[in-house]
């Protein structure tokens, strides 16, 4: 049985939904971890999926503290990852004026916090300007839980870390779900636990060892499992095949063997590449040329799927009525080597009988290169989050929420 440890995929934590926040100070962490160009947001995608929360609760009357994290400072103030250019951007979509402190925990934000009135927002400065956010320091997490009254978790992409925003703060206020993360996990989960078949999951990305544990589990769920992208090659070779100078985890090919035996024991198909597009360098003006996969040279690479088995793909994910699909089949952001991508996001976006379930990362920037992202029904924030919940793995950050 494919959901093995969960009776439902509807969330049991509470939500937002279920407390009483008028007047009160609601410290909600989200997932602003947004690319930047040039000092200006350049995707504002997770800033509008965090909107619905942020909407409601400033309708009903609460004190909106934000919190987030961007990018990767050492535990100290960097301006290169200030959330002032996000401020900017929230502040627009919200449609309302949105405070902002340079500062997290000390005098300033605490008396910005004290200034606050119903429906207000106030942002703080990257919690990871402090050294106790993913060292998940218990003072600093206390310290952020004195800021509110209530703790809402609504940052699904950071749901898998156990830092002092995403889970120890829990341990010092009510903490409930928001309604994004919510809608993450129960699309995911309902997805596994009842699917409407055929089930078709696409894999892809570079590493086997990085989807291991999700490619197991869908074993289990999905009627047939497409695999391409680098990751392929281990799978490839744990069948004989010769694969040049493709990339090859060798110390993966002895348990790709046994996911090979799974799903035949499971009579799941496993669709793997028959062609490649293979060149010698991962260049923009490679030379490239299509073969089989048992003929790929020595001295190249596979660098994208072949025509082949682009329309092998292409058929399976007609046929699906539930199709998820995580990871690129090729180094799609490089012209050479974007068409196999390019076609089996195009295949799952005319699919329009489907639901069709993005699991974040790569497969969402294709989406958005391909101008397709309007086309599915639902895109995951969450990355790193959404493998470890398909895998079944704990996230932090969804255990330390109340249970219903």
Known sequence: MCARDREGSELDKLTVKDVDVRGKRVLVRVDFNVPLHEGAVADDTRIRAALPTLRYL????????????????????????SLRPVRRVLQRLMGRNVVFVDDIVGDEAREA?????????????????????????????????????LY????????????????????????VAGLLLTREVETLSGMLLEPERPFVAILGGSKVSDKFGVIDRLLECADTVIIGGGMCFTLLVAKGVDVGRSLVEDEWVEPAKKMLEKA??????????????????????????IVGREEIPAGMMGLDVGPTTTELFKGA?????????NGPMGVFEMTPFATGTREVATAVARNNRAVSVIGGGDSVAALKKFGLEERVTFVSTGGGASMKLLEGSSLPGIDALQDR
């Open 58 to 81: 400033v309708d009903h009357g609460a004190r909106v503290i934000v919190m987030s994290h961007l990018g990767r400072p050492t535990g100290e103030p960097d301006p290169r990852y």
């Open 113 to 149: 916090v004290g200034r606050m009135v119903d429906g207000e927002v106030l942002m703080l400065e990257n919690v990871r300007f402090h050294a106790g956010e993913k060292a998940n320091d218990p003072r600093f997490a206390a310290d952020l839980a004195s800021l509110g009254d």
């Open 152 to 175: 809402v978790n609504d940052a699904f992409g950071a749901a898998h870390r156990a830092h002092a925003s995403t889970a120890g703060v829990a341990a010092h206020l009510p903490a």
């Open 264 to 289: 035949a024991a499971n009579g799941v198909e496993l669709l793997l590449p028959v062609d490649f597009v293979v060149a010698e360098e991962i260049t923009d003006d490679a030379d490239t040329t």
């Open 317 to 325: 994910i007609s046929s699906a009525k539930t199709i998820f699909w």
